[in-house]
């Protein structure tokens, strides 16, 4: 072969490589925590192509500890986390641990109750008494937390924090193990032999706490401040689909039911709980009214004294949200 046609060989070699580098799908390592909320979301987008087909080619992790996402944020074994515990960003953000919030993912559908027939009646009788939530440091624990302190008195050392995922506290409710729970909207309607009585919601103790009409987050999509740095388009893309994923489950519940029965595991009545609850407990926002409600959020949960210290001025970073409202 002579020197002209190597050449030639030589830049088409050159050019399919190019045009299959060009082409090859961005990897990204998505976590969440498999249990509550997150694990029906994350089932959904494990079962659905709408993150491959924004040309990501995903790992999912799975975590069975509410903290672990974050924890993994922090060593680098993610990359993003799409309902990592807002209180447990803010208190590592402040710690000064590389990540950024670019979306409000999980609104706080959580109430207060009791068994039927107990003799509290009220929020302010929970001083001294056993209640069961999300674990320490998570969202759930330190929003009840804040209320309770904010509207009632009670202090953290007021009451004993029973912590478990929403399966053990219902458990722990029907056994006596505590005297309350603060469960998620949709665990409750999936109680069948045990009846509660709701004490209170988180929206509305919030509501009464920051006298305003907002609704706290307890989950938001939280990525690696280098990842961001070096892949805003592949976090665009993620939130891009995680919105596409969202809007394909409001208007396919059937579908969704059918997947959580397969991939969650839940009993088919369970599953159709959760799917008709999908857009109440799932949220892909990141408008300016969404980034305020998580500064009152911090605020409060820094009165209270349940986190420290005070929030980078570049941790809520909207570019990328911004840019995925263009993303089909």
Same mark, same amino acid.
């Given at each position: 072969?002579?020197?002209?046609?190597?050449?030639?060989?030589?830049?088409?070699?050159?050019?399919?490589?190019?045009?299959?580098?060009?082409?090859?799908?961005?990897?990204?390592?998505?976590?969440?925590?498999?249990?509550?909320?997150?694990?029906?979301?994350?089932?959904?987008?494990?079962?659905?192509?709408?993150?491959?087909?924004?040309?990501?080619?995903?790992?999912?992790?799975?975590?069975?500890?509410?903290?672990?996402?974050?924890?993994?944020?922090?060593?680098?074994?993610?990359?993003?986390?799409?309902?990592?515990?807002?209180?447990?960003?803010?208190?590592?953000?402040?710690?000064?641990?590389?990540?950024?919030?670019?979306?409000?993912?999980?609104?706080?559908?959580?109430?207060?109750?009791?068994?039927?027939?107990?003799?509290?009646t009220s929020l302010e009788q929970l001083?001294?008494?056993?209640?069961?939530?999300?674990?320490?440091?998570?969202?759930?624990?330190?929003i009840a937390g804040a209320v309770l302190?904010?509207?009632?008195?009670?202090?953290?050392?007021?009451?004993?924090?029973?912590?478990?995922?929403?399966?053990? &506290?219902?458990?722990?409710?029907?056994?006596?193990?505590?005297?309350?729970?603060?469960?998620?909207?949709?665990?409750?309607?999936?109680?069948?032999?045990?009846?509660?009585?709701?004490?209170?919601?988180?929206?509305?103790?919030?509501?009464?706490?920051?006298?305003?009409?907002?609704?706290?987050?307890?989950?938001?999509?939280?990525?690696?401040?280098?990842?961001?740095?070096?892949?805003?388009?592949?976090?665009?893309?993620?939130?891009?689909?995680?919105?596409?994923?969202?809007?394909?489950?409001?208007?396919?519940?059937?579908?969704?039911?059918?997947?959580?029965?397969?991939?969650?595991?839940?009993?088919?009545?369970?599953?159709?709980?959760?799917?008709?609850?999908?857009?109440?407990?799932?949220?892909?926002?990141?408008?300016?009214?969404?980034?305020d409600t998580l500064k009152r959020e911090?605020?409060?949960?820094?009165?209270?004294?349940?986190?420290?210290?005070? &929030?980078?001025?570049?941790?809520?970073?909207?570019?990328?949200?911004?840019?995925?409202?263009?993303?089909?």
């Amino acid at each position: 072969m002579n020197g002209k046609k190597l050449l030639s060989a030589g830049l088409a070699a050159a050019a399919l490589l190019t045009s299959a580098s060009a082409f090859a799908a961005d990897k990204v390592r998505i976590g969440y925590w498999s249990s509550g909320v997150s694990l029906g979301y994350g089932s959904v987008l494990e079962a659905t192509d709408f993150l491959k087909n924004q040309d990501l080619d995903v790992e999912f992790v799975r975590f069975p500890d509410v903290n672990a996402p974050l924890r993994a944020l922090a060593s680098n074994s993610i990359d993003f986390a799409f309902g990592a515990p807002a209180a447990g960003v803010f208190s590592s953000a402040a710690e000064g641990v590389p990540v950024k919030v670019v979306a409000a993912t999980q609104p706080a559908d959580v109430q207060f109750v009791v068994p039927e027939g107990s003799p509290i009646t009220s929020l302010e009788q929970l001083r001294g008494k056993k209640v069961g939530m999300s674990p320490a440091g998570s969202s759930v624990a330190v929003i009840a937390g804040a209320v309770l302190d904010g509207n009632y008195g009670i202090k953290a050392n007021d009451f004993s924090l029973v912590g478990g995922n929403e399966a053990r &506290l219902a458990q722990f409710l029907a056994q006596k193990q505590v005297d309350a729970s603060a469960l998620r909207s949709v665990t409750i309607a999936q109680l069948k032999d045990l009846k509660v009585t709701p004490l209170g919601s988180f929206a509305d103790e919030w509501k009464k706490l920051t006298k305003t009409d907002s609704v706290p987050y307890i989950g938001i999509g939280t990525v690696r401040s280098e990842f961001l740095e070096k892949h805003p388009e592949v976090v665009a893309r993620v939130l891009a689909g995680l919105r596409n994923t969202l809007a394909w489950g409001d208007k396919n519940r059937d579908e969704v039911a059918t997947i959580l029965q397969k991939s969650a595991n839940l009993p088919e009545a369970d599953a159709r709980v959760y799917a008709g609850q999908w857009s109440q407990m799932n949220r892909v926002a990141f408008e300016p009214a969404d980034i305020d409600t998580l500064k009152r959020e911090h605020e409060v949960f820094k009165a209270s004294g349940m986190i420290k210290g005070e &929030l980078p001025a570049d941790l809520f970073v909207t570019g990328p949200y911004e840019k995925s409202k263009s993303i089909q």
